[in-house]
Structure formats: C-alpha cells, structure tokens
C-alpha cells in the first residue's frame, strides 16, 4: 500500500471549477492505476474516474463525463481531477486512491484521507 495526499478542495459556486492534487506520502514512483472516488453525507462512495499510470487510458462515471478530466504528471509523480461545471451535486469527500491492477473498486488498495470539495447554488 501506498500512503496518498489529496490536496485542492474547497468551496466553489455551481458552474466553477476546481482541481484535485494527489501524489504518494513517501518517495514512491507511481505505477498503477490511479483513481478518484467521492463520498457524499448519507450516501456510498462512488467511483468518479481512473488512469492508468502506464498507458494513460482513462475512465469516468457517466456523471462526470464531459465535465471532469483525469491525468497524471510523471514528471511531478502526481495525478490530478480537474472538475468544471460543477454542480451542487458533485459535493463531497473525494478520494484519491491507487490500484496495483484492476480497475474495479476492490482493486484499489490504497487510499487518501480525502478533501472536502462544496459546491454551492
């Protein structure tokens, strides 16, 4: 497992943007496939989307679609979640976390704290 930190939410009115940071706690190269997740009050965490480090392919929730980007800086060894056009319904905890393999949310075995991302109306 490898210990990951979220940084860049915050309070936002609907319409705004926001982007998410993550990069491992410790010097770890990163090489799996890397996702975001959310958790709103009362209600299960959901996959929002992934990359795979390696290849770059990409996958999002039909929610996010059109709205939300994924990608990773190999460079800075972080990957990032930039949201637009945020609605009242993308608040919550969003979470990154890491999958050595798969791309099912069992995969990912690592996880942040996460950060509060609250979108206003």
């Known amino acids: 497992q490898v210990p990951l930190v979220e940084s860049g939410g915050g309070l936002v009115q609907a319409g705004g943007s926001l982007r998410l940071s993550c990069a491992p706690s410790?010097?770890?190269?990163?090489?799996?496939?890397m996702g975001w997740f959310r958790q709103a009050p009362g209600k299960e965490r959901e996959f929002v989307a992934a990359?795979?480090?390696?290849?770059?392919?990409?996958d999002y929730a039909d929610s996010v679609k059109g709205r939300f980007t994924i990608s990773r800086d190999n460079a800075a060894n972080r990957v990032y979640l930039q949201m637009n056009s945020l609605k009242p319904e993308d608040t919550a905890v969003y979470y990154c976390?890491?999958?050595?393999?798969?791309?099912?949310?069992?995969?990912?075995?690592?996880w942040g704290q996460g950060t509060q991302v609250t979108v206003s109306s």
């Open positions: 990359v795979n480090w390696s290849s770059g392919n990409t």
């Open positions: 410790r010097r770890t190269r990163i090489t799996y496939i």
């Open positions: 976390a890491a999958s050595p393999s798969g791309w099912g949310t069992r995969d990912f075995s690592s």
